[in-house]
């Protein structure tokens, strides 16, 4: 027998990856903390943990995903995959919640499915069931408009720099990147698909704020009908939340607390990226030769070929010593808040890039794949809070760049304009402030449907 609360019922759907898995589960938090009754459907994969959560309930549906569909790396086919194996489980999940009554026996009501952009197939379901259908974007507002746009830009990518100004700073090039040059069927089919979702959908949920994206997020407004809500950060929101599908190292703490004020190079490039052994090798002596202390994330699996550290280079940890700290994954929102963290290494996923733009972290980027382009370009050139590192991953440049974004005088500026940034997204979360008053609006929204 379900639980059912005042404000309505709200169905939240998962995509199985860690930089989804948690901003979905702080708004969960949020919405509940409003009084909304929270179901959350999730795949198989990478499954949430619900004894973390004992107020929401959780239904799992089989996936059916292959090993080498999870292993190869190929996101499209994974996402087309995961969205044609789960919509009958889906769809038969929902009619069974719809069946359910609650301890008064009243039939129990969804008030609105909410879900990821990439579980496209919800939408689907939601029209079916006549259900208002909400899609939530994890992450940036501009990637979801460069894929709205996408259609129109073939070949004329001049189009693309007159239609967003705020665009123009940046490397068509990385445009290109995020969009690919060539895309697979399997990437129009999801890109179509994933649009197709957020132009149906009721409402449009973004985990930004409007100062950081205002140029993108007007123009979103003349492409997609529904109403957007952004009310990012949502780590803000619900700090107290545990996501993390890997332990987090919590010695890194005290190690940090031994360490000068604004002094360490945070290093992580999130839950999905790769890099070589001989990039392993060159990071480890760029941090060794920076001179910085540093705190490194070696997730298992980042190395490939390498089950964690041992392809490090002999004598390199004898030789940093107490000066660097590696941990398999850390407390990454509390690595960032600290008051020793004087820089963030990144992969620029987008969970990380705003949750070091709301410490003041100022950011030097590496991207890898996806989205991560389009974001270090907004970081280094339209934002200006960070820094590209040029180039490969060697000593040389790496020891170059953590100096210039920690200590020299050179990254005075970004330092600067990071702290800016930091006042700025805090405001934002005040009485008044912009995300505070569109969460207020996506409240009113969802009773209206
Ligand atoms: C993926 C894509 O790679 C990214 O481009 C997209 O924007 C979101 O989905 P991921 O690679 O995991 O995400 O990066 P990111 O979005 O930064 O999310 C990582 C999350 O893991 C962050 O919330 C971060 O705080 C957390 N994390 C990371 C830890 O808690 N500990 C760590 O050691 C590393």
Redesign the pocket.
């Known amino acids: 027998m379900a639980k059912q609360q005042k404000s309505g019922h709200l169905v939240l759907v998962m995509f199985p990856?860690?930089?989804?898995i948690?901003?979905m589960l702080q708004l969960a938090t949020i919405l509940h903390s409003k009084g909304y009754t929270i179901t959350i459907v999730h795949p198989e994969l990478n499954s949430p943990t619900p004894s973390n959560h004992p107020e929401f309930t959780f239904i799992s549906i089989p996936d059916k995903l292959t090993e080498s569909e999870v292993l190869d790396g190929d996101a499209a086919n994974l996402m087309l995959s995961l969205n044609k194996n789960c919509a009958i489980p889906l769809q038969q999940c929902m009619k069974k919640i719809l069946h359910q009554k609650d301890s008064h026996d009243h039939i129990i009501h969804i008030t609105a499915i909410i879900y990821d952009t990439l579980m496209f197939c919800s939408q689907t379901i939601a029209d079916d069931l006549r259900l208002p259908g909400i899609n939530v974007r994890?992450?940036?507002a501009a990637?979801l408009l460069l894929y709205a746009l996408f259609p129109h830009l073939d070949g004329k990518d001049s189009t693309l720099e007159n239609e967003i100004p705020e665009l123009q700073s940046l490397q068509l090039q990385h445009i290109r990147a995020l969009l690919s040059q060539n895309p697979t069927d399997a990437m129009l089919e999801v890109r179509n698909a994933f649009t197709e979702g957020v132009r149906s959908s009721s409402a449009v949920i973004v985990n930004t704020m409007d100062f950081l994206e205002q140029a993108a997020l007007s123009k979103i407004k003349e492409h997609f009908p529904a109403p957007i809500f952004t009310i990012g950060p949502l780590?803000k929101l619900a700090p107290t939340i545990c996501?993390?599908l890997?332990i987090?190292?919590a010695k890194c703490i005290s190690w940090l607390n031994k360490q000068a004020p604004k002094s360490v190079i945070y290093v992580?490039?999130?839950?999905?990226?790769s890099i070589g052994e001989q990039e392993l090798i060159e990071t480890a002596w760029g941090l060794a030769n920076s001179k910085q202390p540093f705190l490194w994330?070696i997730?298992p699996g980042l190395v490939r070929g390498s089950e964690w550290i041992e392809s490090l280079p002999n004598g390199f940890q004898e030789g940093v010593g107490e000066r660097g700290f590696i941990?398999?994954?850390?407390?990454?929102?509390e690595?960032?808040a600290h008051a020793a963290v004087g820089g963030f290494w990144?992969?620029?996923?987008?969970?990380?890039?705003i949750?070091s733009i709301c410490e003041g972290v100022p950011i030097l980027c590496k991207?890898?794949?996806?989205?991560?382009n389009l974001?270090s370009n907004y970081i280094c050139n339209v934002w200006k809070v960070g820094l590209q590192l040029q180039n490969k991953l060697e000593r040389g440049n790496i020891e170059a760049a953590i100096k210039r974004l920690i200590v020299d005088i050179e990254g005075e500026e970004i330092r600067k304009k990071a702290m800016d940034f930091k006042k700025k997204a805090s405001l934002c979360l005040q009485e008044g402030g912009s995300s505070c008053c569109s969460f207020n609006e996506l409240t009113r929204h969802i009773s209206s449907v």
Request: charged share 15%.
């Open positions: 990856f860690q930089g989804h948690t901003p994890t992450s940036s990637t780590h996501s993390s890997l987090e190292d992580s490039f999130g839950s999905l990226a994330v997730r941990v398999k994954w850390a407390p990454q929102k690595v960032l990144s992969h620029c996923g987008w969970n990380s890039t949750e991207p890898f794949f996806g989205d991560q974001n």
